[in-house]
């Protein structure tokens, strides 16, 4: 779900920055376009961390203590 919330700002921040390119404002145009890269690399974060499993759930099997025999 926050993919999703990622990639539509990184998607509303392109067509802003291209109405500023369009309106020959490029210094803003570079700063909303930059802002919205972070915002789809923040998806492509949230994309991996939905596959990847948690590293930080404990599981019953991994709190014992292995035999020593």
Known sequence: ???RIWISVSGILLVLAAAF???NNYSAAFVIAALG???W?????????AKIPD???????????????
């Open 1 to 3: 779900m926050t993919e």
């Open 21 to 23: 390119v369009w309106r």
């Open 37 to 39: 890269a972070c915002a």
């Open 41 to 49: 690399f923040l998806s492509y974060r949230a994309q991996l961390k």
């Open 55 to 69: 590293d930080d759930v404990t599981d019953d099997e991994h709190d014992e203590e292995p035999n020593e025999d």
